[in-house]
C-alpha cells in the first residue's frame, strides 16, 4: 500500500446524509475534487482543494469524528483517484469507520480496486435526457455487477428533462442484474416544484413494475440549508 501519495480534497465536513436510502444519517463528509461528467444538473461546483496524505486525511478525520463512526466518501468523483483512496480506505478501516461510497458509477475498474474495503455503494445511474451528457449505459452494467457484493443502491435524478425511455432503460439496467437493488429517484432540486415531484411519482409507479424498492427521496440538506 503506498501511503506516500497525496489526494486532492476539497472539504472534510460533519453534517446529515442528505440524499439516498440513508438520508438523515450523521456522517463525516470527505469530498474528493474532480470529476468528468460535468452533469448540467450538478450541485457541487468546486474550484479549490488541498493535498492531504493518507495519514494527515485520516487525523483530520479522526479530530473531526467526535464518535461518529459513519463516513461518506463523496466528490467530484473519489474513484478518479482511486490509488489514494484505497490507501486512505485501509487507514479508515483499521479506525472502525464504516465506508459510504458516493460515486458517479462509471469506473467499474477502480470500484473493484478498493470495493472490499466499502460497506455501501451509493451509485448514479446517468441518464443522457438528465445529465446532459453522453450515455453510459456499459459502464453503469459493469460497475453494478462489480459493485453488487457490497451493499449498493441506485440513484436517478429526475429532470424536466427526463425521458421516459432513458428511465426504462435505466429500469432494465437494474434488474438484469437484480430487482432487488433499491433505487432512489432524486428530483433536481434546481427545478423542485409540484409538476416535477408529480413526474416523479409517475417514474416511481414505471420502475415498481420491475423492481421491488424504488424510492423517491429528495436532497433534504438542500432542502434543509445544509452542506
Excluded at 474528493?32 to 448540467?40: D, E, I, K, N
Excluded at 424504488?214 to 434543509?224: A, D, F, G, N, S
Aim: glycine share 6%; with cysteine; hydrophobic share 40%.
Amino acid at each position: 500500500m503506498n501511503y506516500t501519495m497525496q489526494g486532492k480534497i476539497a472539504e472534510i465536513f460533519k453534517s446529515i446524509q442528505g440524499e439516498g436510502i440513508y438520508a438523515g444519517r450523521p456522517q463525516v463528509f470527505v469530498r474528493f475534487y474532480g470529476c468528468q461528467t460535468h452533469c448540467r444538473f450538478c450541485d457541487t461546483q468546486l474550484n479549490r482543494y488541498d493535498k492531504k496524505s493518507p495519514f494527515e486525511l485520516i487525523r483530520e478525520v479522526k479530530a473531526l469524528s467526535n464518535g461518529w463512526r459513519s463516513l461518506a466518501i463523496t466528490g467530484g468523483e473519489p474513484l478518479e483517484q482511486a490509488g489514494f483512496l484505497k490507501a486512505f480506505l485501509s487507514l479508515s478501516k483499521q479506525e472502525n469507520f464504516k465506508i459510504y461510497l458516493e460515486t458517479n458509477g462509471i469506473l467499474h475498474n477502480e470500484l473493484e480496486s478498493v470495493v472490499d474495503l466499502v460497506d455501501t455503494v451509493a451509485m448514479d445511474i446517468k441518464l443522457p435526457s438528465s445529465a446532459g451528457t453522453r450515455a453510459y449505459w456499459q459502464e453503469h452494467k459493469n460497475f453494478l455487477e462489480a459493485g453488487k457484493a457490497r451493499e449498493i443502491f441506485v440513484k436517478i435524478v429526475v429532470c424536466f428533462s427526463t425521458q421516459k425511455d432513458d428511465l426504462e432503460k435505466a429500469i432494465e439496467l437494474v434488474r438484469g442484474v437484480s430487482s432487488k437493488i433499491p433505487v432512489v429517484l432524486q428530483p433536481n432540486t434546481f427545478e423542485l416544484t409540484r409538476d416535477l415531484w408529480e413526474r416523479a411519482v409517475e417514474f416511481q409507479r414505471i420502475a415498481l413494475e420491475s423492481l421491488e424498492d424504488v424510492r423517491i427521496v429528495p436532497q433534504i440538506h438542500k432542502l434543509l440549508g445544509r452542506r
